[in-house]
């Protein structure tokens, strides 16, 4: 294993809330949020959403940062090294749990870069939602053109990782979430001038607690953990290229703080085009890639505006996939001495060999289903209502219970955080965050 005092550190603080930031702010943000929220009752999801960020997202946020900076390690050599060789499967977990999303929001991300070129040669300039579906559909299933947008989008993600810390995902990062939080407040401000849009913006910001149900809780619980990127090992890997004189609780906020403001300006600015138009807010996946083209033909400077908020989506995605591979990578190079650049390559092959089935699967592989699901459904279910939450709560006892001292020690020695603040974040990681995540795994199963 390579020595942790050859590890390769981020720059700048700015340099690691950027990429921490990148890793939390993806598709989960601005294509899944706003659906959700849709489904759930607008205001009050909100509501519920960041009470759930602000609380249990930091302080799993925390522990895997603290955890990646104590070690200088990948997940696997993080628990192998505080946790003995019990714990190291929990490592695995989390590499294994980036890989699968990685391979099924590799097809996603295609579509977003496939939809540039649609907004711009005009495919997609109709009014007529029933004319646009049959456009998407007609494109996902298609063997060919999905797989090479995802193959593009790869190919993408695995030339800035190859780049290394400071000068690949750390450059990047400091360009692209700039330009992503000027996009999406220039879309947002578009938006909510639009005629009819305060409809949106009331359904937005008004809570109606009536339509509030434990699904609802639910949903909001998994949409937090899918979208801060937590149990996976992204924000573990991050921290373990952290500066020990960089403050972990100070930091982790700035990372969730930034989430919570795109997911809240992504929420406005769907839900303002789509009320402003008289569209239905919880219609779904499709609302991104049928109902806003079918919006964007019907505004002055549609095109303009189309084609941003699919950059928009591209670069979320982009940010958010350098995270996840960064993890698998991370182990190849400390626990079998791979070069970076060799382990980036067998990691984006792999990964991209599993997103072929999960691409197929909307076309020539429609009809082939595991558990009575698509191969593309199979992998996005069992990582966001299992995997996921499977990793975020050992990960949560680990830290409360197992290495409690040795965390509380880590925060207030290069910290220097007041003890009454550690103890209420490890009890909230001993009994809280716990309960809260085996309801999610038990709701999943269908046992409650």
């Not at 295609?110 to 646009?132: H, K, Q, V």
């Not at 789509?274 to 806003?292: E, K, N, R, W, Y």
């Not at 060799?342 to 092959?349: D, E, G, K, S, Y």
Request: with cysteine.
């Amino acid at each position: 294993m390579k020595g942790a005092e050859n590890r390769e550190l981020w720059g700048s603080r700015f340099g690691f809330v950027m990429a921490a930031a990148g890793s939390a702010v993806g598709l989960g943000n601005i294509w899944r949020f706003p659906y959700v929220m849709g489904e759930n009752g607008g205001g009050a999801f909100l509501l519920i959403y960041i009470a759930i960020v602000a609380i249990f997202g930091m302080s799993l946020a925390m522990s895997e940062i603290a955890v990646g900076r104590a070690t200088r390690r990948n997940p696997v050599g993080a628990f192998s090294l505080l946790g003995g060789p019990m714990w190291r499967p929990l490592g695995f977990l989390g590499v294994l749990s980036g890989f699968v999303i990685l391979s099924f929001y590799t097809v996603v991300a295609g579509w977003t870069l496939a939809y540039i070129g649609f907004m711009l040669r005009g495919i997609l300039a109709s009014t007529d939602p029933t004319i646009l579906a049959g456009t998407f559909d007609q494109f996902i299933s298609s063997a060919l053109h999905p797989l090479a947008y995802a193959a593009l989008f790869m190919a993408g993600v695995a030339t800035v990782v190859a780049g290394g810390i400071s000068k690949g995902i750390e450059r990047f990062s400091k360009f692209l979430m700039p330009t992503l939080f000027l996009l999406l407040l220039g879309l947002t401000l578009r938006a909510v001038t639009l005629p009819g849009a305060t409809e949106g913006l009331n359904f937005f910001l008004s809570p109606d607690f009536s339509k509030v149900s434990v699904a609802t809780f639910g949903a909001a619980l998994a949409q937090a953990f899918f979208s801060l990127s937590l149990g996976m090992g992204c924000m573990l890997t991050y921290g373990s290229y952290l500066r020990r004189d960089s403050r972990i609780p100070s930091t982790t906020a700035a990372v969730v703080s930034l989430d919570l403001v795109v997911s809240v300006l992504a929420g406005l600015m769907v839900m303002s085009i789509v009320f402003s138009f008289g569209f239905d807010p919880a219609a779904g996946p499709g609302l991104t890639f049928i109902t806003l083209p079918a919006i964007f033909a019907s505004m002055s400077g549609g095109v303009f505006f189309g084609v941003a908020f699919f950059v928009l989506l591209a670069i979320a995605a982009l940010t958010s996939a350098i995270s996840i591979l960064e993890p698998t990578v991370a182990y190849l190079v400390d626990e079998h001495q791979l070069s970076r650049r060799n382990a980036v390559i067998a990691c984006a092959l792999l990964c991209f060999a599993l997103a072929i089935p999960s691409s197929l699967s909307f076309g020539h592989l429609s009809n082939f289903h595991i558990l009575d699901r698509s191969f593309f459904d199979l992998m996005d279910h069992a990582a966001t209502n299992y995997m996921l939450p499977m990793g975020a709560l050992l990960s949560s006892l680990f830290v409360g219970w197992k290495w409690s001292d040795g965390a509380a020690a880590e925060l207030s020695t290069h910290d220097r955080t007041p003890a009454a603040w550690i103890q209420g974040w490890l009890l909230l990681l001993r009994f809280v965050a716990p309960v809260c995540l085996a309801w999610i795994l038990l709701s999943s199963a269908g046992l409650i």
